[in-house]
């Protein structure tokens, strides 16, 4: 495959109620034009990806850094009602349906150059 032609996915997880992982996306895109940044709700569109990159608004960090799946894996699931991003995750590398994950995790109050700066760091080493 032609490297030039190929976009990057990133998958950037919000809702409407929750759009900052989106805005950031959307203050940042132009700096990466390598990149394809998917706003989606739905935690199973990764599923088949193989190696994933995702971006998403995480309780408790205070700047962007890059999370691994164990960080993500760590939350305990309780009911179905708290069926979320870590749950699929695991459930998707359990049934092989993909094999590398890096997470994009921002804080609630993030800057667009904060997670700017940690992105270029990230699609610097994987492009």
């Not at 203050?27 to 990764?46: L, N, Q, S, W």
């Not at 190696?51 to 894996?73: A, R, T, W």
């Not at 459930?91 to 800057?111: Q, S, V």
């Amino acid at each position: 495959m032609n490297k030039k032609s190929y976009k990057r996915k990133v998958f950037v997880f919000g809702s409407h109620n929750d759009p900052q992982a989106w805005n950031i996306a959307d203050k940042i895109k132009k700096d990466f034009p390598a990149v394809d940044f998917v706003k989606t709700e739905d935690p199973f569109v990764i599923r088949e990806e193989k190696d994933v990159v995702l971006m998403d608004v995480v309780n408790g960090l205070d700047k962007p850094q890059l999370l691994s799946e164990n960080d993500i894996k760590s939350r305990r699931l309780s009911t179905l009602h708290d069926m979320d991003l870590g749950f699929v995750i695991s459930l998707l590398k359990t049934m092989k349906e993909i094999r590398n994950i890096k997470i994009i995790g921002i804080p609630f109050d993030a800057k667009a150059d904060e997670v700017k700066k940690l992105c270029l760091k990230l699609f610097d080493n994987s492009l």
